[in-house]
């Protein structure tokens, strides 16, 4: 079975600081997504990245978050200037291709962040 | 817009008990997929089952069955004999052709022993 990987798997982390959940997407995939669940709550979707650039992304996405895949093989999610409310598990997604008909999306276990 | 919504918050049943979660869609695509996850309080998200727009065959897989009806927005999810080890969070999602999943709130699922 196929594995997305993400790391770190918890941290804790000060208000106002900078922060990078990074994700190793199954190696043949193209698409890459990141996906927010705050405590207690539902699974919320933040941004698909396609071919080097954000393909589509949620009003939760705002210009405090960015992704990127700085080597062909992560895919990270920065946090600029993290708040309280950036408390939550993050989800990576990572999918063959575009469409869901006959393609399969695999979830990473998730990163819990938690801001102080 | 698209939605799904999971009326049911908390469930519990004792253990060996059938249980059914419900789940209601809102789409205005005719291509859609639905989806079934299961959340156990490690945090993970375990896929469970997808289903296309076009099949509304039931399905069965050991003690868990999805009943899927167009005709009312439906996609609920039944576990039968129930088991301690089925407590968790479970979602239903629903997705189009843009791929990304919209996930319902959820419902808590308490098996007691």
């Known amino acids: 079975e196929p594995e997305v990987t993400q790391t770190p798997s918890h941290q804790v982390t000060q208000m106002g600081q900078e922060v990078i959940l990074r994700c190793v997407p199954i190696?043949?995939?193209?698409?890459f997504d990141w996906y927010r669940q705050i405590l207690g709550q539902k699974v919320e979707f933040l941004v698909s990245?396609?071919?080097?650039?954000?393909?589509?992304k949620s009003e939760i996405f705002d210009d405090q978050f960015s992704v990127e895949r700085p080597d062909g093989s992560n895919f990270t999610l920065k946090i600029r200037s993290t708040k309280l409310e950036d408390s939550a598990m993050y989800f990576c997604?990572?999918?063959?291709?575009?469409?869901?008909?006959?393609?399969?999306?695999?979830f990473g276990e998730g990163s819990w962040l938690t801001v102080v | 817009a698209q939605k799904v919504t999971q009326a049911q918050t908390e469930i519990s049943v004792v253990e060996k008990e059938d249980v059914t979660l419900d789940c209601v869609y809102e789409?205005?695509?005719?291509?859609?997929?639905l989806f079934w996850y299961k959340q156990p309080p490690s945090g993970e998200l375990v896929f469970l089952i997808r289903?296309?727009?076009?099949?509304?065959q039931n399905e069965i897989s050991g003690r868990y069955s999805w009943n899927f009806q167009k005709s009312t927005s439906s996609f609920n999810f039944t576990i039968t004999a129930s088991q301690v080890v089925d407590s968790a969070v479970y979602f239903c999602?629903?997705?189009?052709?843009?791929?990304?999943?919209?996930f319902g709130k959820g419902t808590r699922l308490h098996i007691l022993p």
């Open positions: 990245f396609y071919n080097n650039e954000i393909s589509e």
């Open positions: 289903r296309n727009s076009f099949d509304e």
């Open positions: 999602a629903l997705s189009n052709r843009d791929d990304k999943i919209i």
């Open positions: 997604a990572s999918r063959l291709a575009r469409g869901l008909f006959g393609n399969t999306i695999y």
């Open positions: 789409t205005r695509d005719t291509t859609y997929y």
């Open positions: 190696s043949n995939h193209l698409y």
